[in-house]
């Protein structure tokens, strides 16, 4: 997929399920609805219905994936979820020299693209406390002709009556120095359980994974140029997932 920039949200999310002994099959509950403004492919109400669930970690990331049906990412549509520190979310005691981290269960969290993601011609300014969680949308199955990924942004310029519904956006005006007066809106995702990370983990309170996100979507290359403003919104999406994480098989191509 061409984006013009790195993204790899999508990267670890596609490969998390198929190639890892790390996925759940169709146990589980959870819901991604809302409504989207996909040039070419899909505009109004939308109802995900995920019925397939996974999950993977390395080192301390965690990536979720919430699908509608279990075929490969790239015949399917689905929910990728970054998580860059697990454990941070999670908490930890105190062990040896090291500090207790404390639990950030039930805390309303940041949800953007990953610091060293920047789109086009925007500079890159430091940000003192990153979002720890990225989400994408992938819709490789409904939206045939061309490769979809959009992506929570830390914040989308809103239409007028505070919907995502034909957002328009005048980047050659505001780099005339017209100010704008635009309504924008922010992505945020809540834990209540996350896996701890060992795969050989029996008991099923600490393999549970469940939380509520409230995303809003956007294509980053549509940002106007110096970061003048941010992406308009092409989707709004809420969702809930609960379920626990079963190590399976290893994706293998032929029998």
Known sequence: MTHGF???VLSLSALACVLAAACVGREGDGRVEGELDVTDCWSGLFDLEPNFFGAETYRDTMTLRLQRDSDFFTYADGVSILVDDFRAIRGAPAEGSKPAIPSRYGEVLRVGLPP????PNTPVVADPDPPLVHLNLYLQKTCRTQNVALY???QVVMAADGTCSAVT???AALAAGTPAAVTTAKSTITFTSLFNGDILE??????R???HFDVYLADPREACPGGLQPPPCRGHLEGDFDYIYNRSRPYQPFP
């Open 209 to 211: 994974i469940a939380g």
């Open 6 to 8: 790195p993204i790899r």
């Open 152 to 154: 929570a942004a830390d």
């Open 116 to 119: 060293e993601v920047t789109p």
């Open 169 to 171: 956006q005048d980047c």
């Open 202 to 207: 029996s008991e099923e309170a600490e393999k």
